[in-house]
């Protein structure tokens, strides 16, 4: 079912009316009978019906149902190659990414690592305003210098979440004599790396089912592979007793939700056990001490902590300054040292929000030259590309996330990065591939993208600057030509109405746990009709409201982040709403509070 609002024309937006247009789309799935014949809340299956939910097995988790590593392609000669390494005593460097994915990866190599019993294991992250992003040679050469506890370079290098584009950084690597296994998930290009392994679900000729596994997912299947591997070698003993991998699973769930990759049934699983560990006091030191630092229950840890309070902190690191922080954060086993780095990175994080908000300022700003957003004479392109050369590279991502909300656009943001040259971090909207629209450009207009990769819904890139305009032309024409007119609608998916008896706290309680909720398995969200009874701003930039339900009378607490009262409706006092259901804790008490997503005139 559609409520739709706005009417759009041939796909097009006036300017001024972006932030307003909408449509309020609602999921109506039929409810299987496996389903209806089930114990859950009622409200529970009409929700998991809506995202393709048919049997009870696809939310009761079990690690059993977790895919087989050996579906991936290679990992049987990665899985040998560093389990040689790990008997014969060589020295491994772990060379990860700067991001929440890469961090988690990192550590739950390096910390199964040395379970396995290797003595000489570190980790190399670049630093992106030196060396940018993967196994370049630049960073091949840093490693090759560094001296182990043995005195010597490395012997094996490991890539996590990245390697599948670094051509020229496993030819150097070869050149110097040391050895390569690339894991990650990135989309590979046409040509692959020459390393001794790749283990990549989304490589040519890797049968692996589900191909949005993150980073830190398959780092956690390599080193499944490779205890398995030391088992035949009846390597693990009395001394060394085998280790149970699933005491990583914390570091797996936050890496996969971090990523936001699509949620499916293999990456819940994951993730659902990770939070148990959690939330049963077993995670790691540093999940616990961010989640502390942030003022959040470790005992009531979600998917939603994961997505919007641990990962944020730990993601500042690598935006301005270095992942290492992050890292050792991760690797602690200590409490008051793990604390000590969670405070940093939220220290990081509070100055990541300040330059986030200068810049998103600057490119409305911005916008406003480039659209005539005050008279609304001309419209927003289908796709924006954005520059400024006072950005800061560490934070264009969060930049472009932002602008692509409020415009619904696919948006790319580009900073200096010296040299002539400019990086740009893009964000897309459902029914874009962002990382085809880069590969198609790059194809049609040799040498005007220097270096790109990523995923359907985010990518990276380095273009000349003085191609940047020939490039945001370029663009917007290829997004033109793919996307569909319906695509720029910018829709609203709920679950409906929900009855007034549902809205409590352990309704929103169940909801809150009852599956890890995220990217395509999206968090219960409703729409209905209220009257506003009374509001204000808090914070100086939130709308307070108090609503009264329609068919029932009852009045409920309700919170718009980031939304005013020039968000309300003129005129009559009637609303439609698209809201979750949360718990406000306050001072002991604990009350029923919607978190309003979208407000729009009740027609």
Known sequence: MSIVTHQMSEGKILADQVSMTSSIVRRNTEISKALNDSDLHPLLKKIYANRGVTTLKQVTYSLNDLLDYSLLKDIDIASEIIANAIMQQKNILIVGDFDADGATSSAVMIRSLKAFGLLDVDYLVPNRFDFGYGLSPQIVDVAAQLKSTSGSPPDLIITVDNGISSIEGVKRANNLGIQVVVTDHHLSADELPDAAAIVNPNQPGCDFPTKSIAGVGVAFYVMLAVRAVLREKNWFGEKLPEPNMANYLDLVALGTVADVVPLDENNRILIEFGLQRIRANKGCAGINALLTIAGKSIESCSSQDFGFIVGPRLNAAGRLDDMSVGIECLLSDDYEQALHYATMLNQMNIQRRQIEAEMLEQALALMDQQVSLLTGSDEIPDALALYDEQWHQGVVGLLASRIKEKFHRPVIAFADSGNGEIKGSGRSIPGLHIRDVLDAVSKQHAGLIDKFGGH??????????????????????????????????????????????????????????????????????????????????????HLKLDLIKEDSGECFAAIAFNKTDADLPAGDNSIRIVYRLDVNEFRGNRSLQLIVQHIEAVN
């Open 456 to 541: 359907a819904m985010a990518a990276g890139l380095t273009i000349k600057k003085d191609n940047f305009e020939k490039f945001k032309k370029v663009f917007n024409e290829r997004v033109s030509s793919v996307l569909r007119p319906e695509d720029l609608n910018n829709n609203s998916e709920t679950d409906g109405p929900i009855d007034a008896k549902y809205l409590t706290i352990d309704t929103s309680e169940q909801l809150k746990y009852a599956s890890p909720w995220g990217q395509l398995f999206p968090e219960p969200a409703f729409d209905d009709c209220f009257k506003v009874a009374n509001w204000r701003i808090v914070g100086e930039k």
